[in-house]
């Protein structure tokens, strides 16, 4: 008897352990091996949470200081230049990026990238990442 509860208890471990190894339902597809992709509401969030981490005071919008300050503290990560860059991005040309501005560029950007017009940008379809 002793023999049998041990063998069932070592039974429910392992199968609780087996289950727990398993992916997740709510996992980020995107991780992926195979893929899934970014959709465009993914991936304007992405961007916009990338661009907005320069927003040293916390006011919602990048001047062109703060941009400038954040490239100086990360040489060699961004874009080969960055004021450029600054200059695409700012559409009003007030010295500022508003979440906005950087949707809207980020919008056109994406409709560049989905090749294949499904509404995803996969690995394949971002040149800087289909390694």
Same mark, same amino acid.
């Given at each position: 008897?002793?023999?049998?509860?041990a063998? &069932?208890?070592?039974?429910?471990?392992?199968?609780?352990?087996?289950?727990?190894?398993?992916?997740p339902q709510?996992?980020?597809?995107?991780?992926r091996?195979?893929?899934?992709?970014?959709?465009?509401?993914? &991936?304007?969030a992405?961007?916009?949470?990338r661009i907005?981490r320069? =927003?040293?005071?916390?006011?919602?919008?990048v001047?062109?200081?703060e941009w400038?300050?954040?490239?100086?503290?990360?040489?060699?990560k961004g874009?080969?230049?960055p004021?450029?860059?600054f200059?695409?991005?700012d559409?009003?040309?007030?010295g500022f990026?508003?979440?906005?501005?950087i =949707?809207?560029?980020?919008?056109?950007?994406?409709?560049?990238?989905?090749? =294949?017009?499904?509404?995803?940008?996969?690995?394949?379809?971002r040149?800087?990442?289909?390694?």
């Amino acid at each position: 008897m002793t023999k049998a509860i041990a063998c &069932f208890a070592l039974a429910t471990i392992l199968a609780g352990s087996a289950a727990s190894a398993q992916t997740p339902q709510g996992s980020d597809p995107t991780r992926r091996a195979e893929g899934v992709g970014l959709d465009l509401a993914t &991936f304007l969030a992405r961007n916009r949470n990338r661009i907005m981490r320069a =927003d040293a005071d916390r006011d919602g919008r990048v001047s062109r200081a703060e941009w400038a300050a954040w490239w100086d503290a990360h040489p060699g990560k961004g874009p080969y230049d960055p004021a450029g860059r600054f200059r695409a991005i700012d559409a009003d040309g007030d010295g500022f990026l508003t979440a906005e501005e950087i =949707d809207a560029t980020s919008t056109k950007r994406f409709a560049r990238l989905d090749a =294949d017009h499904d509404g995803r940008v996969v690995r394949a379809e971002r040149p800087c990442r289909a390694k």
